[in-house]
């Protein structure tokens, strides 16, 4: 499985950003996608995952009511639509994928994409 993780930039707080993040190289129906991101000298933490069968969602506390996760099957891609953005929620995301079962646990993906620099100034 390839990804490859867009839509990242520079925004002011209150403003929003898409993150898109395409797949290859697996029927794309059968993977879990999550988002991840990793702020300088902090560890990588989940940010939200859509499931490989079904809708299922889940999003961290911190982004709950602020950010959707979605899927485009005719694209072989997934979103992360965020709005509402804070300076804190500076960091490189990154997508990630496994097979089927959604999870918050970065080390059960074995799949990663390159990361996106977002940035949110105050």
């Known amino acids: 499985v390839q990804l490859q993780a867009s839509g990242g930039g520079l925004v002011q707080a209150g403003g929003s950003l898409r993150l898109s993040c395409a ?3 697996r029927t794309f ?3 879990a996608m999550g988002w991840f991101r990793q ?4 560890e990588r933490e989940f940010v939200s995952a859509l499931s490989g069968v079904g809708s299922s969602t889940v999003y961290a506390d911190s982004v ?8 485009d099957g005719a694209k072989n891609s ?8 804070k300076p804190e929620d500076t960091a490189v995301y990154y997508c990630a994928a496994r097979v089927m ?7 059960e993906y074995p799949y990663w994409g390159q990361g996106t620099q977002v940035t949110v100034s105050s």
Do not use: H
Request: avoid cysteine; glycine fraction near 12%.
């Open 101 to 107: 079962r959604i999870s918050s646990n970065a080390n």
């Open 39 to 42: 702020a300088p000298g902090k």
């Open 29 to 31: 129906g059968s993977l």
């Open 23 to 25: 797949a290859s190289g």
């Open 64 to 71: 709950k009511g602020r950010f959707t996760i979605s899927r």
């Open 78 to 85: 997934v979103s992360l639509q965020m709005n509402s953005l």
